[in-house]
């Protein structure tokens, strides 16, 4: 039983993609630009080259991760390390969620696909 | 972040994903294809002779994966807010199901619940006992709606509701449009007849 679409291949896929997006983003946090959708892009990217399936739960999930990755990143880079790991909240502004949710967002879409046009769709009791 | 509003995002997103469950409960109820998939191996497994443990790895899997979503959004919501209640909520949320699991089938046993002649629940608004989800397992498809995991109020409101909520069903949209495709017919004949 896997609703999730959660196979081998979808999170060496994913992981690789969240590698390469937070490296990208550590930088782009060096350079005063604040783009966490790159992890997004880039674990949404990583699943959707990778997975032999579709699944939305697997993006939501993805999305979810992608989320808490872009967080990790900025958390070790000033200005956002003076709030401590738990105070992300308070360095939200309207600009910032914005590009979280953009992180998300990026991540949920790709991740759900599958870059082979005939992948089946994972559904419950698949 | 004070007590009380972790407290309040506690107690919110655990009545929100019992309700979650419930209707989840009603709509595979609903859809005999998903029906046939995947929930009724529990039915089948609970309406037999006691055989295994109270869980097993559909039944974990099923909680499992549930619990791995709710998580996971309840998660970066708590991130985003700063509130740690929400992910708490869904975390005890996941528990609740477990232990209730194994308290509401107690009535598993040597004799399959079909032959324990279990009575048809009242029509509770209080908590949803043992022998309230035995009778669910016994005649899923009784009058008398038994889907709630915790609050049987979920499914007093599932019965006000039901004649809105079917047609959104599998079996309420497979209807539609039989009926649908009926009066089609139905038109083109009274036209053709006309010619």
């Known amino acids: 039983m896997n609703w999730l679409g959660w196979s081998t291949r979808a999170i060496v896929g994913a992981v690789l993609g969240a590698l390469a997006g937070a490296w990208m983003y550590h930088d782009a946090l060096g350079r005063a630009c604040d783009a966490p959708w790159l992890v997004g892009l880039g674990m949404g990217a990583g699943a959707f080259v990778a997975s032999p399936d579709r699944s939305s739960m697997r993006g939501l999930l993805v999305a979810s991760m992608a989320i808490w990755v872009a967080w990790a990143v900025q958390a070790g880079v000033d200005p956002y390390s003076k709030e401590g790991l738990f105070g992300f909240y308070r360095t939200l502004t309207v600009r910032r969620l914005g590009a979280f949710a953009a992180c998300g967002a990026a991540a949920f879409l790709l991740a759900r696909a599958s870059i082979n046009p005939k992948a089946r769709r994972r559904v419950a009791g698949s | ?195």
Do not use: C
Request: proline share 5%; no cysteine.
């Open chain 2, 1 to 195: 972040m004070n007590a009380t509003s972790t407290g309040f995002a506690i107690v919110g997103v655990f009545v929100v994903a019992d309700l979650v469950y419930a209707l989840d409960h009603y709509f595979v109820h609903h859809d005999p294809a998903r029906y046939r998939a995947t929930h009724s191996r529990h039915h089948r497994r609970y309406n037999g002779q006691k055989d295994g443990p109270q869980l097993d790895r559909y039944e974990l899997s099923t909680y499992g994966t549930a619990a791995v979503m709710s998580i996971a959004g309840m998660s970066v919501l708590s991130l985003f807010t700063g509130n740690p209640g929400f992910l708490l909520g869904a975390v005890l949320k996941f528990v609740h199901t477990l232990l209730f699991h194994l308290y509401q089938h107690r009535w598993w046993s040597a004799v399959p619940l079909r032959k324990q002649g279990l009575a048809p629940p009242r029509r509770t608004w209080g908590l949803a006992s043992a022998e309230y989800h035995a009778f669910h397992h016994s005649d899923p498809d009784d009058a008398i709606f038994t889907f709630a995991e915790s609050w049987a109020g979920y499914d007093r409101i599932l019965e006000i509701l039901h004649p809105w909520l079917f047609p959104l069903t599998a079996v309420g949209r497979a209807r539609r449009l039989a009926a649908g495709s009926a009066n089609t017919t139905r038109a083109g004949n009274v036209s053709g007849a006309a010619r």
